[in-house]
């Protein structure tokens, strides 16, 4: 029943495309629709990749996950380049990281009630977050006096993100040797569709969220003025939650049947694969289109550091419950009032 639901939202993409070329309506309107299309079209590309990856093997299942599954995020992000919207685009990140370690895992603790999760591959994860928020200081620490974006700020951000992906490839080759299949078979199993079929859904879908996501992009700055919030609080918390609808709603129905373990792993995993992959990413395809400084402020630095060391404490002794899972939460609404207090960035 909920897969028919969300197939038939999928009808609202090319809806919102229609209307923002024939119609042109309000703004605020056409952000809050498109931020709406985005969710079924990010579940649909998880649902292809995930069908994809039968055909594959994990070796290239991963890849597609981690490309494919970033998708809607990456789109943002160039878009928000190629328009000149940095600060937009660096809160985005940093919110998509947060909202994964807070939001997304605490919300699956809550669905999920008392388990067991991997104490092993969570500190992983939090080590890799670490890791990055630490290479993160490099390019910001410089950008906290002067104009964030400037030259020399880029520059100094490419051999961070060649590090971090480097990371990222061998954190990739040691998960996968650990572990056969992140997947883990439940005894509903899916039939999976033809790995063309799954290539064109991913194509479709690719394709449909660039065009959406340049609707969200451009009417941000109207929406954001509207409703009196600043880009940076809407970056960070809007769209880093719509970016990461697939794994957002992902993880809490796993946690929900009962696969603490699987959902802390999505969650953990996520946020981590932002950090090491997403980010850099970013970073190193804006010289195509104009030079992008990972100059995050010293909020989303402390947000991101405060968010790793909190949900590690939580999450110590390895085991879940809902009390926990309230606590994570509560310290997303921390962040939450912290990114709209903050407003945007004046230099």
């Known amino acids: 029943m909920v897969r028919r639901i969300i197939f038939g939202t999928l009808a609202l993409a090319p809806l919102v495309i229609a209307l923002h070329y024939l119609v042109h309506p309000d703004e605020s309107v056409e952000f809050v629709l498109a931020a709406l299309a985005l969710v079924p079209l990010a579940w649909l590309i998880g649902e292809a990749t995930e069908h994809a990856a039968e055909h594959t093997g994990p ?13 809607p995020e990456l789109i943002i992000a160039l878009i928000a380049v190629n328009q000149g919207l940095t600060e937009v685009v660096r809160g985005s990140l940093t919110g998509s990281v947060i909202g994964n370690l807070l939001l997304v895992l605490g919300a699956s603790l809550v669905a999920g009630g008392r388990g067991q999760l991997d104490r092993y591959s969570s500190f992983i ?15 910001a620490i410089p950008s906290w006096e002067g104009d964030p974006d400037r030259a020399s700020l880029a520059r100094l951000t490419v051999p ?34 033809s790995l063309r079929r799954a290539i064109v859904a991913l194509a479709l879908a690719t394709v449909t969220t660039a065009l959406v996501a340049e609707i969200l992009v451009g009417s941000l700055e109207v929406f954001a003025e509207r409703v009196g919030l600043s880009q940076f609080f809407v970056a960070a918390v809007i769209v880093a939650i719509v970016g990461n609808a697939a794994e957002h709603g992902g993880a809490v129905v796993v946690a929900f049947r009962g696969k603490i373990a ?17 980010i850099p990413a ?11 400084a990972l100059s995050f402020r010293p909020v989303e630095i402390a947000a991101l550091a405060g968010s790793i060391v909190y949900t590690a404490i939580v999450l110590f002794d ?11 939460l509560g310290g997303y609404g921390v962040i939450v009032i912290a990114f709209f207090l903050a407003g945007d960035r004046t230099f």
Do not use: C, K
């Not at 939090?126 to 630490?134: C, E, P």
């Not at 990371?167 to 572990?179: A, E, I, M, Q």
């Open 59 to 71: 070796g290239i299942g991963g890849f597609l996950n981690a490309t494919f599954g970033n998708a």
């Open 282 to 292: 970013v970073a190193l395809l804006s010289w195509l289109i104009d030079p992008l």
């Open 160 to 193: 961070v993100a060649i590090v971090l992906l480097l990371v990222y490839v061998g954190v990739t080759w040691y998960s996968l040797r650990r572990h056969h299949t992140l997947h883990v078979a439940s005894d509903e199993e899916i039939r999976a569709w």
């Open 125 to 139: 994860a939090f080590g890799i977050l670490a890791f990055a928020t630490v290479m993160f200081l490099i390019p």
């Open 262 to 278: 699987l959902a802390g792993e999505i969650a953990l995993a996520s946020a981590a694969q932002v950090a090491v992959f997403l």
């Open 318 to 328: 390895g085991h879940s419950s809902r009390l926990r899972g309230g606590l994570l």
